[in-house]
T-cell receptor
Protein backbone atom coordinates (compact mmCIF):
# COMPACT_ATOMS: atom_id res chain seq x y z
CA UNK A 1 0.00 0.00 0.00
CA UNK A 2 1.53 3.27 -1.11
CA UNK A 3 -0.77 5.72 0.61
CA UNK A 4 -2.68 6.44 -2.60
CA UNK A 5 -5.68 4.17 -3.09
CA UNK A 6 -7.45 3.76 -6.40
CA UNK A 7 -10.76 1.99 -6.93
CA UNK A 8 -11.80 -0.04 -8.73
CA UNK A 9 -8.69 -1.97 -9.77
CA UNK A 10 -10.36 -3.25 -12.90
CA UNK A 11 -13.31 -1.89 -14.85
CA UNK A 12 -15.02 -3.09 -18.00
CA UNK A 13 -17.57 -0.73 -19.46
CA UNK A 14 -19.61 -0.35 -22.61
CA UNK A 15 -19.34 2.72 -24.78
CA UNK A 16 -22.70 4.04 -23.56
CA UNK A 17 -22.01 3.54 -19.86
CA UNK A 18 -21.17 6.13 -17.23
CA UNK A 19 -18.67 5.19 -14.55
CA UNK A 20 -16.29 6.89 -12.15
CA UNK A 21 -12.76 6.19 -10.99
CA UNK A 22 -11.83 7.14 -7.46
CA UNK A 23 -8.51 8.14 -5.95
CA UNK A 24 -7.86 8.83 -2.28
CA UNK A 25 -4.73 9.94 -0.43
CA UNK A 26 -4.12 10.76 3.21
CA UNK A 27 -0.50 11.77 2.86
CA UNK A 28 -1.19 15.47 3.32
CA UNK A 29 -0.21 16.18 -0.28
CA UNK A 30 -1.60 19.25 -1.97
CA UNK A 31 -1.37 18.23 -5.60
CA UNK A 32 -3.12 15.34 -7.34
CA UNK A 33 -2.84 14.05 -10.89
CA UNK A 34 -4.50 11.75 -13.38
CA UNK A 35 -2.28 9.94 -15.87
CA UNK A 36 -3.17 7.60 -18.71
CA UNK A 37 -0.83 4.74 -19.51
CA UNK A 38 -1.45 2.94 -22.80
CA UNK A 39 0.54 0.05 -24.19
CA UNK A 40 3.63 1.14 -26.14
CA UNK A 41 3.04 4.83 -25.31
CA UNK A 42 4.58 7.18 -22.76
CA UNK A 43 2.68 8.24 -19.68
CA UNK A 44 0.18 10.94 -20.61
CA UNK A 45 -0.63 13.61 -18.07
CA UNK A 46 -4.37 14.29 -18.16
CA UNK A 47 -5.22 16.62 -15.28
CA UNK A 48 -3.48 18.40 -12.42
CA UNK A 49 -5.13 19.70 -9.27
CA UNK A 50 -3.36 21.98 -6.81
CA UNK A 51 -5.19 22.69 -3.56
CA UNK A 52 -8.42 21.34 -5.12
CA UNK A 53 -8.18 23.69 -8.11
CA UNK A 54 -7.64 22.33 -11.59
CA UNK A 55 -4.44 23.86 -12.90
CA UNK A 56 -3.90 21.77 -15.99
CA UNK A 57 -5.98 20.01 -18.58
CA UNK A 58 -3.85 18.52 -21.33
CA UNK A 59 -6.42 18.71 -24.14
CA UNK A 60 -8.32 15.78 -22.70
CA UNK A 61 -11.62 14.96 -24.46
CA UNK A 62 -14.72 16.05 -22.60
CA UNK A 63 -15.83 12.42 -22.15
CA UNK A 64 -13.33 12.49 -19.25
CA UNK A 65 -14.49 14.77 -16.46
CA UNK A 66 -12.37 15.19 -13.30
CA UNK A 67 -13.64 16.23 -9.91
CA UNK A 68 -11.66 17.15 -6.81
CA UNK A 69 -14.02 17.79 -3.89
CA UNK A 70 -11.18 18.14 -1.37
CA UNK A 71 -7.42 17.76 -1.26
CA UNK A 72 -7.67 14.06 -0.36
CA UNK A 73 -10.01 12.84 -3.07
CA UNK A 74 -9.93 12.89 -6.83
CA UNK A 75 -12.45 11.39 -9.24
CA UNK A 76 -12.46 10.78 -12.96
CA UNK A 77 -15.97 10.56 -14.39
CA UNK A 78 -16.26 8.61 -17.62
CA UNK A 79 -19.04 8.68 -20.20
CA UNK A 80 -19.46 7.56 -23.82
CA UNK A 81 -15.90 6.29 -23.99
CA UNK A 82 -14.24 4.80 -27.05
CA UNK A 83 -12.29 1.52 -27.28
CA UNK A 84 -9.06 3.51 -27.66
CA UNK A 85 -9.65 4.85 -24.14
CA UNK A 86 -8.82 1.41 -22.77
CA UNK A 87 -5.71 1.86 -20.65
CA UNK A 88 -4.30 1.91 -17.15
CA UNK A 89 -5.38 5.10 -15.39
CA UNK A 90 -2.99 6.17 -12.69
CA UNK A 91 -3.60 8.65 -9.91
CA UNK A 92 -0.72 10.31 -8.09
CA UNK A 93 -0.24 12.90 -5.37
CA UNK A 94 2.72 15.04 -4.44
CA UNK A 95 4.31 17.74 -2.44
CA UNK A 96 6.74 19.86 -4.44
CA UNK A 97 10.24 18.47 -4.55
CA UNK A 98 9.38 15.01 -3.28
CA UNK A 99 8.16 13.34 -6.43
CA UNK A 100 4.91 11.54 -6.83
CA UNK A 101 3.28 8.78 -4.87
CA UNK A 102 1.25 6.68 -7.28
CA UNK A 103 -1.75 4.50 -6.76
CA UNK A 104 -1.88 1.01 -8.24
CA UNK A 105 -4.07 2.16 -11.09
CA UNK A 106 -7.41 1.21 -12.59
CA UNK A 107 -7.23 -1.08 -15.61
CA UNK A 108 -10.06 0.16 -17.86
CA UNK A 109 -11.41 -1.83 -20.78
CA UNK A 110 -13.99 -0.24 -23.05
CA UNK A 111 -16.02 -2.72 -25.07
CA UNK B 1 9.67 23.13 -20.97
CA UNK B 2 11.48 19.99 -19.95
CA UNK B 3 11.97 16.66 -21.67
CA UNK B 4 13.38 13.27 -20.76
CA UNK B 5 14.90 10.73 -23.12
CA UNK B 6 15.45 7.15 -22.11
CA UNK B 7 17.81 5.86 -24.71
CA UNK B 8 16.88 2.18 -24.56
CA UNK B 9 13.33 0.91 -24.76
CA UNK B 10 14.36 -2.63 -23.76
CA UNK B 11 17.41 -3.97 -21.92
CA UNK B 12 17.83 -7.74 -21.59
CA UNK B 13 20.49 -9.00 -19.19
CA UNK B 14 21.43 -12.20 -17.43
CA UNK B 15 21.05 -12.64 -13.70
CA UNK B 16 24.00 -11.32 -11.65
CA UNK B 17 25.24 -9.20 -14.55
CA UNK B 18 25.62 -5.42 -14.18
CA UNK B 19 23.13 -3.12 -15.87
CA UNK B 20 22.87 0.55 -16.81
CA UNK B 21 19.63 2.23 -17.85
CA UNK B 22 20.30 5.53 -19.54
CA UNK B 23 18.42 8.78 -19.01
CA UNK B 24 19.12 12.22 -20.45
CA UNK B 25 17.07 15.30 -19.76
CA UNK B 26 16.66 18.76 -21.18
CA UNK B 27 15.79 21.77 -19.05
CA UNK B 28 16.51 25.48 -18.90
CA UNK B 29 16.15 25.54 -15.10
CA UNK B 30 17.50 23.62 -12.14
CA UNK B 31 15.92 20.22 -11.79
CA UNK B 32 15.07 17.42 -9.43
CA UNK B 33 15.42 13.93 -10.92
CA UNK B 34 13.69 10.66 -10.16
CA UNK B 35 13.64 7.02 -11.13
CA UNK B 36 10.43 5.04 -10.81
CA UNK B 37 9.87 1.31 -11.22
CA UNK B 38 6.67 -0.36 -12.40
CA UNK B 39 6.08 -4.06 -11.88
CA UNK B 40 3.41 -5.78 -14.00
CA UNK B 41 -0.16 -4.69 -13.23
CA UNK B 42 0.98 -2.18 -10.64
CA UNK B 43 1.43 1.56 -10.37
CA UNK B 44 4.79 3.31 -10.36
CA UNK B 45 6.97 3.21 -7.25
CA UNK B 46 9.68 5.71 -6.44
CA UNK B 47 13.08 4.02 -6.64
CA UNK B 48 15.39 6.95 -5.90
CA UNK B 49 15.65 10.69 -6.31
CA UNK B 50 18.16 13.48 -6.63
CA UNK B 51 17.20 16.78 -5.03
CA UNK B 52 20.52 18.31 -4.00
CA UNK B 53 23.84 17.44 -2.36
CA UNK B 54 25.75 14.33 -3.37
CA UNK B 55 25.33 13.58 -7.04
CA UNK B 56 25.31 9.83 -6.36
CA UNK B 57 22.07 8.55 -4.89
CA UNK B 58 21.20 5.03 -3.87
CA UNK B 59 18.10 2.92 -3.37
CA UNK B 60 17.55 0.32 -0.69
CA UNK B 61 17.66 -2.55 -3.19
CA UNK B 62 21.08 -1.88 -4.67
CA UNK B 63 20.34 0.54 -7.48
CA UNK B 64 22.21 3.81 -7.77
CA UNK B 65 22.05 6.80 -10.07
CA UNK B 66 24.46 9.64 -10.67
CA UNK B 67 23.43 13.16 -11.56
CA UNK B 68 25.77 14.59 -14.18
CA UNK B 69 24.88 18.22 -14.79
CA UNK B 70 27.37 18.80 -17.59
CA UNK B 71 26.04 15.82 -19.54
CA UNK B 72 22.44 16.36 -18.39
CA UNK B 73 22.21 12.70 -17.48
CA UNK B 74 20.86 10.61 -14.62
CA UNK B 75 21.74 7.02 -15.51
CA UNK B 76 20.57 4.16 -13.31
CA UNK B 77 22.97 1.33 -12.48
CA UNK B 78 23.07 -1.89 -10.54
CA UNK B 79 26.23 -4.00 -10.24
CA UNK B 80 24.40 -7.34 -10.06
CA UNK B 81 20.75 -7.79 -11.06
CA UNK B 82 18.21 -10.34 -9.85
CA UNK B 83 15.26 -11.94 -11.59
CA UNK B 84 13.02 -9.85 -9.34
CA UNK B 85 14.40 -6.64 -10.90
CA UNK B 86 12.49 -7.42 -14.08
CA UNK B 87 10.19 -4.41 -14.52
CA UNK B 88 9.76 -1.18 -16.44
CA UNK B 89 11.82 1.77 -15.26
CA UNK B 90 10.90 5.42 -15.78
CA UNK B 91 13.15 8.44 -15.44
CA UNK B 92 11.44 11.74 -14.56
CA UNK B 93 12.35 15.39 -14.05
CA UNK B 94 10.72 18.35 -12.35
CA UNK B 95 11.51 22.03 -11.98
CA UNK B 96 13.49 22.46 -8.75
CA UNK B 97 11.92 25.87 -8.22
CA UNK B 98 8.39 24.80 -8.98
CA UNK B 99 5.53 26.97 -7.91
CA UNK B 100 2.12 27.91 -9.10
CA UNK B 101 0.73 25.66 -11.79
CA UNK B 102 3.93 23.65 -12.19
CA UNK B 103 3.76 22.63 -8.54
CA UNK B 104 5.85 19.48 -8.52
CA UNK B 105 4.70 18.35 -11.95
CA UNK B 106 6.88 15.56 -13.33
CA UNK B 107 7.87 14.96 -16.93
CA UNK B 108 8.48 11.27 -17.65
CA UNK B 109 10.63 9.43 -20.12
CA UNK B 110 9.15 6.70 -22.27
CA UNK B 111 10.34 3.91 -20.02
CA UNK B 112 12.90 1.10 -20.28
CA UNK B 113 11.83 -2.49 -19.89
CA UNK B 114 14.50 -4.40 -17.99
CA UNK B 115 14.29 -8.16 -18.43
CA UNK B 116 16.57 -10.33 -16.30
CA UNK B 117 17.12 -13.84 -17.63
CA UNK B 118 18.29 -16.78 -15.51
Amino acid sequence: ETGVTQTPRHLVMGMTNKKSLKCEQHLGHNAMYWYKQSAKKPLELMFVYNFKEQTENNSVPSRFSPECPNSSHLFLHLHTLQPEDSALYLCASSQVGYGYTFGSGTRLTVV
Amino acid sequence: AQSVTQLDSQVPVFEEAPVELRCNYSSSVSVYLFWYVQYPNQGLQLLLKYLSGSTLVESINGFEAEFNKSQTSFHLRKPSVHISDTAEYFCAVTDANAGGTSYGKLTFGQGTILTVHP
